[in-house]
């Protein structure tokens, strides 16, 4: 079976372990559906780079998250665009870390809205044509916290269980039509998005950014080493092939034995 030629809408591809999903997609010829918080001028240049380096067709639209009307509509467009979304891969994600007592509400809406909300939408949207198809695979990109709580990461960690379950319920009812339906669970990938919390402990700890970053991760990780963002997308590329066909509803960690403990 050769994945050339489907279509993926990847979240959050312009960064991070979307923009490598999105590279090791495109190096099997999948073409792409590019999205994220970039301009439309830095948004097209980047879909024009994968056109031109990997021949597939692109997309890209910076639809915000936490606007569902524009949302919906992003979706529908992305769909009469490409025909179908084949591969749904839903990473784009926010985090912040405050306790509960002072977490803001605003704070709380937003990252339900963009780590949870907005999957239950791609996947509504996309789910029909993949079971006209016969065919589909998603990809949740959960994390840790969809298995394991952390404090201070109430919001973050309420959204991945909440993405985890979501994952479960999605794949028991796409089982017998071809569809697979899992949840990737990272550690520390080495991305933009925990640059705060390397920054604050530096700050904190009176540390350089490379000691609080060994330090974050040993707190956490028997592994002393980041995941590398490829590594995911490589993983999101095995749960779309032929040999990952009976593999749904499952929630893998990638995360140097943090969830063995
Ligand atoms: N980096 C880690 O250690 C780690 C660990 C476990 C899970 N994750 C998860 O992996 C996913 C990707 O994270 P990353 O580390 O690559 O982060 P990143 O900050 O590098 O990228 C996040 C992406 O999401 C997009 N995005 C953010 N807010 C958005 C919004 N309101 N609307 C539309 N797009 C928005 C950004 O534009 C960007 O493309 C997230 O769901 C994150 O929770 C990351």
Same mark, same amino acid.
């Given at each position: 079976m050769t994945l050339k030629g489907k279509v993926s809408l990847i979240t959050?591809? &312009?960064?991070?372990i979307g923009l490598a999903t999105a590279h090791v997609l495109a190096e099997q010829g999948i073409n792409l559906v590019l999205h994220g918080l970039a301009s439309d001028a830095e948004g097209n240049k980047l879909a024009q780079q994968f056109q031109q380096n990997y021949g597939i067709e692109t997309l890209f639209d910076n639809t915000d998250l936490k606007d569902e009307t524009a949302l919906i509509a992003f979706m529908d467009n992305a769909i009469e665009q490409m025909?179908?979304?084949d591969i749904l891969v839903n990473n784009a994600g926010i985090q912040h870390t405050e306790?509960?007592? #002072?977490?803001?509400a605003s704070k709380w809406n937003d990252i339900i809205a963009i780590n949870l909300s907005a999957a239950f939408h791609t996947m509504q949207k996309s789910i029909p044509k993949m079971r006209e198809q016969g065919w589909g695979r998603i990809v949740n990109i959960a994390s840790v916290h969809g298995l394991v709580a952390s404090a201070n990461k109430s919001a973050y960690c309420a959204a991945k269980h909440g993405i985890v379950g979501l994952t479960k319920v999605a794949a028991l009812e796409c089982a017998e039509h071809g569809i697979t339906v899992n949840a990737i669970c990272p550690g520390w990938?080495? &991305?933009?998005?925990i640059n705060n919390q390397i920054n604050a402990m530096a700050g904190n700890d009176k540390l350089t950014v490379k000691q609080a970053k060994y330090k974050l991760i040993t707190a956490k990780q028997a592994l002393p080493e980041m995941t590398d963002p490829l590594q995911v997308g490589e993983l999101v590329l095995f749960l779309c092939s032929n040999t990952a066909? #009976?593999? #749904?509803?499952s929630a893998i960690p990638i995360d140097g034995a943090w969830t063995a403990q």
């Open positions: 959050g591809s &312009t960064s991070g025909g179908a979304i306790s509960i007592d #002072t977490f803001p990938v080495d &991305t933009p998005l066909r #009976t593999i #749904t509803g």
